[in-house]
Each structure stands twice: as C-alpha cells, then as structure tokens.
C-alpha cells in the first residue's frame, strides 16, 4: 500500500514536470515569474536555471515557503521535490536518480538536540536533523535511521545517529549499526 502511494506521487511529479513548459507558456505568465516585492524581495515562483538543473520555488517576502523541486536538464528528470516551511525544509522530501527511480527520501525534519563528536562539529552539534530512508534502483529499501547535517540536507556534511538499519538488495535486514 506505502509502494503504490509513492508510485501514485511519482507518477503525479513526473507528470507536472513534462507538462511545466505548456504552463510556463502560457500567455501573460511568464512576466510573473522571478518578481521582487515592492522590499526589493523575491515572491511567488522562481526559476533558477543552471548548466545542468533548473530549479522552481516559491517564496514569501524573499523567504522559501511552499512547493520546491529540480529537473536535470541533461536528463529531462525530476531529480527532488519537496516542500519549504517559512525558509525550512518541511514534510517528506524525495531525491530521485538519473533514470526516474526513487534513491531517497528525508522526513520529520526538526532543530537537532544530539550531541556529535567533536570531530564532525566544532560546535558539538549539528543544528539540524531529519529521518532518512535510501532506496536501492528495485524499490527496496538500502537503509534507514537519523541524519544530522551542517547545514541543510543537501549539504556535504552529513552524519549518521542513532541506530541504522541495512538492507540487501531483496530488502532483507543485513545488520543494524549505531552511531554516536
């Protein structure tokens, strides 16, 4: 029941993203995209579009808040999609790879309470934290536990907490592991 409602949400996204130039073409809507407030602020759909990704938000008084996701151009996929809360990253967020297939998702995004080794943050504490589940190409999931990061998910220092579970590849539990 969990498979068939990502694959629902999967099927939905990529259908929004083949379908998004026949939006943006639409007459009189592409002035209203990328507009500043009368603060000088960024409001409503943006798109940042790079060499390899064009990216789409929403933002309220130069704040993320709503809707976000990413196409690979290279590919024509989506690549994440997920949600913005007053700047912070909200909901379940869904990473995709370079042929469609979910690799992971990050939910139950919160402020970090735990203590890391003092090699991982000079501070001792990692200010954020969410639940991540990785997939393997199949469906099944690789692993599962607590991710802490620096700075945001995306961001290249993240650590493993708490109790990790592993999986193969036929979804079975091959050893679990916790990380202080």
Same mark, same amino acid.
């Given at each position: ?42 409001? =409503?759909? *943006? ?14 008084? =130069?704040?993320?808040?709503? !809707? ?70 199949? =469906? ?6 607590? !991710?802490? *990061? ?13 109790? *990790? ?5 036929? =979804? ?9």
């Amino acid at each position: 029941m969990k498979y068939m409602k990502m694959k629902v949400l999967i099927v939905f996204i990529m259908s929004f993203v083949l379908f998004q130039n026949n939006i943006m073409a639409q007459k009189g809507y592409a002035d209203k995209v990328n507009q500043l407030n009368s603060k000088g602020q960024k409001e =409503g759909l *943006w798109i940042e579009d790079t060499q390899n990704v064009k990216c789409y938000s929403y933002f309220k008084n =130069g704040v993320r808040d709503g !809707l976000y996701w990413c196409v690979n151009k290279l590919k024509n996929r989506i690549s994440s999609f997920g949600e913005f809360l007053n700047g912070e990253y909200s909901g379940t967020w869904y990473y995709f790879g370079d042929y469609g297939h979910l690799m992971m998702i990050q939910k139950d995004f919160q402020k970090n309470i735990y203590k890391t080794p003092i090699e991982h943050h000079a501070q001792g504490v990692c200010p954020c934290r969410c639940y991540c589940i990785e997939y393997y190409p199949n =469906g099944n999931k690789k692993s599962e536990g607590i !991710l802490l *990061w620096d700075e945001d998910p995306q961001s290249d220092f993240t650590f493993e907490y708490g109790e *990790w579970k592993y999986y193969d590849e036929n =979804g079975n539990l091959t050893k679990t592991k916790i990380f202080k």
